[in-house]
């Protein structure tokens, strides 16, 4: 998900440049009362409080209800309690009053893809790369989606166009480490993990996957050092329901930290 961040003017220009004419004139208390509530929607987000965020937003649109914005990032906070379907009505909206602006879509794809609808999610990710060739997020969702469908060395592809335009975008680094996994290359994708966590430690998905790899190739002792820093940062990957589920790896690296977890 990619929050949409804009004071007052740019909520508007940028995302409903329309209807902005008739709401320039809004009063100095009107103008207070918005940038408020964007602060308190974003501080309750940065504090993980997502159903207070959510309230926020809501309280934005029933003062706004033509705003892009604010339909996307309550769809956000809807997203970020597990609750896609209802995200994705928000990001529908915020299409149709932003169908020109990227992260609408951007954000409708992970709701379509937490919902298993992987060829709309990719048709999301396609227009915003349509919109703006060099968005990094988007071929790395992109390749997310492809995952979903068994496309891996595609998902690949879309992984490393994600690096190139990005080179400091982690995520597709580590997602795309994962997929070499999965197709079979097993040393390269070892390497690229230890790659990546020297430049990022407390990367916790790559760690965990590195040992998974580790211990799928018989290094034992390198597998459980590594592990322990995975069950103190977040101990959902002991779940390997949430692993297969929720984030969703490949099926082999799956199988490589179930053998790890159940010390086969």
Known sequence: MRAIFAALLALF???NPAPVQAQINITETESNQLNQLVKQ???????????????YWTDLIKLYPDNAAGWSNRGNAKMSQ??????????????????????PYLNRGAALE?????????????HVLAIDPQDAAAYNNRGNAKSGLG?????IADYQTAMRVNSRF????????IALYQVGKTNEAIVAMKNILRKYPNYTDVRAALTAALWANHKLGEAESNWVSVANLDPRYQDI????????????????????????
């Open 241 to 264: 329901n949430w692993v297969r589920d929720i984030r969703r790896w490949p099926p082999l690296m799956v199988a490589a930290l179930e053998k790890f977890l159940t010390l086969k």
């Open 13 to 15: 220009l940028l995302l």
């Open 41 to 55: 929607a974003f501080d309750a987000t940065n504090a993980g409080k997502f159903t207070e965020a959510e309230g």
């Open 151 to 155: 496309k891996w060395e595609e998902a």
């Open 114 to 126: 937490s919902l298993g609808k992987w060829q709309e999610a990719i048709a999301d990710y396609d």
């Open 170 to 177: 982690s995520t597709a680094f580590g997602n795309n480490a």
């Open 82 to 103: 597990n609750r896609p379907q209802d995200a994705l009505e928000d990001y529908n909206r915020s299409v149709e009053l932003a169908p020109n602006f990227p992260d």
